[in-house]
């Protein structure tokens, strides 16, 4: 089995919802968040060159997380959810799995000791 990964960055605010009174993530703050994108294939399926995909093909990836989410209020940029780094793993992991087959894990940092991973495969 191979893997890749590449990492990409984002900042914005948030509150999540359902947290006991006065608990600091009950209030608006702000990330400086990191979303890596992990792919793998087994060695059957690496491309001509020898990639699992190749790395510029995920540039498409990095303008839309910027479009979506960078210096956005979370809670608006994915309505109907609570933006914890969990969810927001899911999210991007199930909107992207179509246009990147060999997706294999979403990860999201809040910080830099923190994260929060969906594998969906």
């Known amino acids: 089995m191979y893997v890749i990964s590449k990492e990409f960055h984002f ?15 009950a209030r608006m703050h702000g990330h400086n968040y990191q979303v890596v994108l992990e792919l793998r294939c087994d060695d059957t399926e690496l491309t001509e060159a020898g990639f699992v995909r190749d790395f510029g093909e995920l540039d498409e990836f990095k303008k839309w997380l910027d479009a979506t989410f960078d210096h956005r209020h979370l809670n608006d940029a994915v309505p109907g959810m609570n933006p914890s780094a969990e969810n927001l793993a899911w999210w991007v992991y199930h909107q992207w799995i179509g246009r990147l087959p060999e997706l294999s894990c979403v990860r999201v940092s809040e910080t830099p000791r923190t994260w929060a991973a969906y594998r969906g495969k």
């Open 11 to 25: 900042s914005a605010s948030h509150r999540l919802a359902s947290l006991p009174p006065g608990h600091q993530c």
